[in-house]
């Protein structure tokens, strides 16, 4: 396909709207790392063809092979995937002159894709403001059902929930903070305060409460902890995701109005209950420093949470 006398246009086209999409839809770094994925894709397919036709390799066994390393790195790495696509036009449907048209294939693809880099730029901070929150908000959600997993893990007894099991909430607290920094490379609207900016910041200090999380989580604990802790645990988690519902709700929707700060209670009941057990000597000395570190992290995860209501109530004051 040509126009006005440009080889190749519709890869051109193709690549801008496919940057456009990763950009606006996703992110400028997971863009980059798909034009990677598609100069790999013509790097392997110009090599398989120029393989197949100076050896005995069959064109069938070219496309096999390259199809095949398209698949396993649009496997293995997601954002690659344009070379499955890159690859597979150029070993099926090769041209006469296979460096020619690979060039000009290239040369379509970068002149598309500076074209929708342009166009990202221009319309990216529309969207990235609310991309931002959003992956935000699913990022606190995410932590509240591990906090609410973990506590009724211990209520009944059972392992506790690796951090690590959850990279949907990494992800999405990966995705805030790149969209957050592209609306702010390319701002629009200089005279708005947008308060999702410092509420990243803000985050910072719950998210340091996740590897306390992981490692209160290996602790080997005794059916007298969790019998004694597990209940009122329970109740300090249902307030916490209570809460972290309403931040979410604050922060994808900043007209919403921002949630009361109620873990304070729920944690001074089960400090209550560590104390009480610790006056009548019901632990002993592994239990005890078990309990302490139990105590220690979700009472900072308790006063993250309220730390952060009061910075949207602050931020709601100020708007």
Not at 119 to 136: D, E, G, Q, W, Y
Not at 246 to 254: E, I, T, Y
């Amino acid at each position: 396909m040509t126009w006005k006398g440009y080889p190749e246009i519709a890869w051109g086209a193709f690549s801008a709207l496919f940057v456009v999409r990763a950009s606006v839809e996703g992110t400028v770094s997971e863009a980059a790392a798909r034009l990677m994925g598609a100069f790999i894709g013509v790097a392997l397919g110009v090599s398989l063809v120029l393989i197949s036709r100076s050896t005995s390799m069959s064109p069938l066994g070219s496309i096999l092979i390259g199809v095949g390393i398209g698949a396993y790195l649009s496997a293995r790495w997601n954002t690659l995937s344009y070379s499955l696509v890159t690859v597979t036009i150029l070993t099926v449907a090769p041209d006469n002159d296979i460096l020619s048209g690979a060039y000009n294939k290239s040369l379509a693809i970068v002149i598309g894709s500076l074209s929708g880099v342009v166009a990202s730029v221009a319309v990216l901070p529309l969207s990235a403001h609310l991309s931002m929150r959003s992956n935000l908000a699913k990022s606190i959600e995410i932590y509240g059902d591990l906090l609410v997993d973990w506590a009724a893990a211990m209520n009944e007894g059972r392992l506790r929930p690796d951090v690590s099991d959850r990279p949907a909430m990494e992800h999405a607290r990966w995705r805030a903070n790149d969209m957050a920094y592209q609306s702010h490379a390319f701002p629009m609207s200089f005279w708005k305060r947008h308060t999702a900016h410092p509420l990243i910041n803000d985050l910072e200090g719950l998210w340091r409460t996740v590897p306390l999380m992981k490692r209160v989580g290996g602790l080997e604990l005794s059916d007298n902890i969790c019998q004694r802790l597990g209940p009122a645990l329970d109740q300090l988690a249902a307030a916490a995701k209570d809460q972290i519902a309403g931040l979410a709700r604050a922060v994808r929707d900043r007209d919403a109005e921002p949630p009361a700060c109620h873990t304070s209670e729920p944690f001074n009941r089960l400090n209550r209950i560590v104390e009480s057990a610790m006056r009548e000597n019901a632990f002993d000395a592994a239990e005890l420093e078990a309990v302490e570190l139990i105590r220690w992290v979700w009472h900072e995860v308790a006063l993250e949470l309220d730390r952060l209501c009061s910075c949207l109530e602050a931020a709601e004051k100020d708007a």
